[in-house]
């Protein structure tokens, strides 16, 4: 039973073979949560159950992986940017194609800038290390897109091209 929980958390880890693409394995991974999303939208439970599921198996995926992969934090593994996209897009409505593009760009952004606390936790042991630096970055584009959307997007509406609405 044990080799097929390995193979598992394996295949998670590396987003389903996607970690394994030669040009920015991290940024492929981030668009597993974006088929999600695409059906449910960030407000659906059956998003947040997929959502929980990815984020509660990502350390234990992270782990097992870089152990086998013998590197701190190989680019193979991309589960971390998996739930942390994820917890970008959580909450968030499906109206459109571009709070898609927003949510993709904006983990991206934080993902690759790292602010505090994001750096400080890339240095924590194994798993937890290569998760919880995607999981800052998931919460700080959350955080933009939601006062984004709910403050910024309703003040400025009437003044958007039509292309630039989100319904």
Known sequence: MKPIREKFLFTVAVGFG??????APGTWGSLIPLVFFLI???NSP??????GIFILLSVPAADLAARKLQAKDPRKIVVDEVA???LTLLFLPFTGWMIMVAGFLAFRFF???KPPPARRAERLPAGWG???DD?????YANILL???LRIVYPLLSFHLAPWLTLT
């Open 40 to 42: 449910w939208g960030g």
């Open 46 to 51: 059956w998003f947040w159950l997929i959502a």
């Open 135 to 139: 999981v800052v970055a998931g919460i």
């Open 130 to 132: 290569i998760v919880l």
């Open 84 to 86: 942390g996209q994820f």
């Open 146 to 148: 939601q006062l984004l």
């Open 111 to 113: 993902d690759i800038v």
């Open 18 to 23: 996607l970690g394994y693409g030669p040009v």
